[in-house]
């Protein structure tokens, strides 16, 4: 509800009471008064019930430390004002409105008005009481809601790993059977050619890495991706001969850092499978530096004149995901794809 609708609602229900008070004493008691008179001391009591409901009862119970002392005396006090208020303010309307009969403040003053007074405060006492239990139950809602939310959250993330992870070991046959098909290849040309078999082998260790870097945990060391890279730019530099040109550098203390597997070196095979790596004046670069808990991994290429394999983009759109579902908010992945030159910059926050 908004706060214009509970004051409309507030001023609704306080003109009912009123209305209702007003025909009460005139029928059944025969009293009136002038409209003055009831506009003054009803704006007293409409006073007194917020007051009473906003400061006095809030503070006893939400900045006290004993609350229920703390608000008889409180109460007790606000009598008291109420009384004298009350008196002064009819003191001043009997010398503007003389009445028919004497002002006296005697006993039978005080315990009329004290009464209406206690009436009032048992208004704001159940009012008060009732808008506390709807905060109440509306705050334990909205932390049911946010609890259920983080487990829902939870749940969706570990459905997503095990599905990854199912989808993964169902695929591991075909590169199984690739992987022995290597050897056997191998183990049938490197006597002819030492060149072929070392490629062959580079190769068969780099599937190893793939099929045994998430069998038993989600990260591997850092140490162990970079081997794989290193290998990857070796086997490159068998395929392409003079006609590769790459600069890999390292900084930092690498050692006893753990990452998500296949990630950094996707990056490299993407900038390998579709960058101009063939011009000394222009080298590609591949760059790690790691510096507290921040690691910051960097690729730059020249463009391709004339693709050689289509650009699908999938390769970047799949560590897109695996990042975002491994490392949520802890990452940032920039791609910078110009005129000339290509560059992938990721940084991780281990």
Same mark, same amino acid.
């Given at each position: ?33 002038t409209?003055? +008179? /009831? ?7 409409? *006073? ?7 400061? =006095? ?10 609350? /229920?002392?703390n608000? =008889? *005396?409180l109460?007790v006090?606000?009598?008291? @004002? ?11 309307? #009997?010398?503007?409105?003389?009445p028919?009969v ?11 008005? @004290?009464?209406? *007074? ?9 009012y ?7 905060m ?11 609890q ?27 590169? +199984? ?11 049938a =040309? +490197?006597?002819?050619?030492?060149r ?9 260790d780099?599937?190893r890495? #793939?099929?045994?870097?998430?069998? !038993?945990?989600?990260? @591997? ?20 001969k ?11 203390k ?13 990056? @490299? ?52 995901k ?12 920039? =791609?910078?794809?110009?005129?000339? !030159?290509? #560059? ?7």
């Amino acid at each position: 509800m908004t706060k214009r609708a509970m004051i409309l609602r507030h001023i609704l229900v306080w003109l009912i009471f009123i209305s209702y008070e007003m025909a009460y004493i005139k029928f059944m008691v025969g009293i009136t008064a002038t409209l003055f +008179h /009831y506009t003054v001391f009803y704006a007293l009591n409409i *006073c007194l019930f917020y007051f009473n409901a906003y400061v =006095i009862l809030d503070f006893s119970f939400f900045k006290t430390d004993r609350p /229920y002392l703390n608000a =008889i *005396c409180l109460t007790v006090v606000e009598i008291m @004002v109420y009384l004298a208020i009350k008196y002064g303010l009819d003191y001043l309307l #009997s010398k503007m409105f003389p009445p028919s009969v004497k002002l006296i403040f005697g006993k039978l003053y005080i315990l009329t008005n @004290v009464w209406r *007074c206690i009436y009032f405060i048992g208004f704001s006492i159940a009012y008060w009481s009732m808008r506390y239990m709807v905060m109440f139950k509306e705050k334990n809602h909205l932390m049911e809601t946010e609890q259920l939310k983080h487990i829902t959250d939870k749940l969706e993330l570990e459905n997503k790993y095990i599905s990854a992870e199912n989808a993964y070991l169902q695929n591991q046959i075909s590169p +199984h059977l690739l992987f022995n098909s290597l050897n056997f290849i191998y183990n049938a =040309i +490197h006597k002819l050619s030492e060149r072929a078999g070392k490629g062959i082998m580079l190769l068969a260790d780099i599937m190893r890495y #793939s099929l045994v870097s998430s069998e !038993d945990n989600r990260t @591997v060391p850092l140490k162990k991706e970079l081997e794989q890279i290193e290998k990857l730019i070796e086997l490159s530099r068998l395929r392409f001969k003079e006609e590769f040109f790459i600069r890999f550098k390292k900084k930092g203390k690498l050692a006893g850092t753990q990452i998500l597997p296949m990630t950094l070196i996707t990056l @490299v095979e993407n900038m390998i499978k579709h960058g101009d790596l063939g011009d000394a004046r222009h080298p590609a670069l591949v760059s790690l530096e790691q510096k507290d808990d921040i690691l910051v991994f960097k690729t730059i290429n020249r463009k391709r004149i004339g693709r050689i394999h289509p650009k699908s983009g999938l390769g970047l759109r799949n560590i897109k995901k695996r990042l975002m579902n491994y490392y949520q908010n802890q990452y940032a992945l920039e =791609i910078l794809d110009k005129d000339d !030159d290509f #560059s992938v910059m990721l940084i991780l926050h281990l």
